[in-house]
Structure formats: C-alpha cells, structure tokens
C-alpha cells in the first residue's frame, strides 16, 4: 500500500482553469503539508495542516486553497490556473508537529499549464 | 527564512568513488535532514541529524554538522549507479509549527 498517494499524477490543462490535486496518507500521521517544486527543483513549502487545522500558509496566492476533510487526506485546489503555477506539487506527512519532523512525500503531481 | 544551500549544484563520479556533498544554512536549527529525489519521484529521507551531534552513520551514509559554521556534509561511500539521484538537505528549527527548509539540491551522476 502506497504510504501517501496522490491523484493525479499528471495534469494538462489551460490557463484560466480551476483543477484539483488530492492526497492521502494511511501512516497515521497528524500533520500533513503541500510543497511545490519548480522547474530548477527548488522545493518550497506552501500550506501545513495538523489534524485538520490549518497551521503554515506561506505567501501563496490565494487562487490556492487547501481543504482537509480529515487528517489522512489533504487536497489542493487551484482556482483561474496560470502559466507560473506549473510545476511538480508534492504532498507530504509526518507524524509530529514540533521537533523532528520527518516527511513522507507522495510521488508529485506534474501541473502543466499552457 | 533560512534556506540550506547545496554545493555542488551537480556531481558526477564513477561506481565505487565516494560522493562528498555539501549544505549551509543561515539560522539556528534543532535538525538537519537529507533526502534523495529519484527521477520523476517524491523525495524519500535518508538521515537525520540533531543540533547537538556531530556525526552519523546509516550503512555507506555519513553525515556531518557543524553548527558554528552552520553547514552539513553527506559523504556517500563506494557508490553504485543506484544512488543516481537529487540529494536536498532540509533544516527545521523544531520550534512551534516549524517546517522543513530545503535547499536546491546536489544532482549526482554516478556512472557504471
């Protein structure tokens, strides 16, 4: 069983169009983020989420909005797409959320946006 | 916020050479974390490092902190084609809802 499994892993589509990325983890984990590599594999963060609660929101676009119907699932959902937001979407979990915290990401979500 | 920077940007060695890379940050951590990113593929941890060691071993894996010079090396030993990969270094300050930093990452080529 994949410990943390996003759908889809490929997304095409056009600028202006609102899309969606989910995940879910079955580790058990508390804390559940969302982090976005670019094309020069910078990994940035962008939401964090503990038991359902929304803990970091860096300085994301509010085109972006994050919902977690319970604490193993963790969707992201993009509203009028542009070409700046293709890029590889990682969802993550871990199981504390101060301390060490070690990430279990999910395969990525490739966005393209044209 | 602080940010770890890898060096080299890239590396390429042959089978059975050691792969050497290095991380620096800018701010106090609690740990420091490395992890590889396989082609196409979600990052997967390697190791972790608190504040207060000073080394560690995880089977061909050596890691390093020097926190007066706020930098980390991972030594990779007799490398093999498999460990083709990206290695990120990652810093958390372990204090309140902290996460995990990540630099740009050390692309290594390691060829048969």
């Known amino acids: 069983d994949t410990a943390v499994s996003q759908t889809p892993k490929y997304l095409v589509t056009q600028m202006g169009n609102d899309k969606s990325i989910k995940c879910e983890q079955n580790l058990g984990h508390d804390t559940m983020y969302w982090y976005k590599q670019d094309s020069k594999k910078f990994l940035k963060i962008m939401f964090s989420y503990n038991n359902k609660e929304l803990i970091i929101n860096e300085t994301v676009p509010n085109r972006f909005s994050p919902k977690s119907p319970d604490k193993a699932h963790l969707n992201l959902h993009i509203n009028s797409l542009e070409l700046g937001d293709s890029a590889v979407y990682f969802c993550a979990s871990s199981p504390v959320r101060t301390g060490a915290n070690v990430l279990t990401f999910g395969a990525g979500s490739r966005l393209t946006v044209l | 916020s602080q940010q770890g920077e890898e060096d080299p940007q890239a590396l390429s060695i042959q089978e059975g050479e050691n792969a050497t890379m290095n991380c620096s940050y800018k701010?106090?951590?609690?740990?420091l974390q490395w992890y590889r990113q396989n082609s196409g593929r979600g990052l997967v941890h390697l190791i972790l490092i608190r504040s207060n060691e000073r080394e560690k071993h995880s089977g061909r894996l050596r890691v390093t902190l020097d926190t007066s010079k706020k930098s980390s090396s991972l030594l990779i030993t007799a490398s093999r084609a498999a460990d083709t990969a990206s290695y990120f270094c990652?810093?958390?300050?372990?204090?309140?809802?902290?996460?995990?930093?990540f630099g740009k990452g050390t692309m290594l080529l390691v060829s048969p």
């Open positions: 990652a810093t958390d300050r372990g204090s309140g809802y902290s996460t995990l930093t």
């Open positions: 701010t106090s951590i609690n740990n």
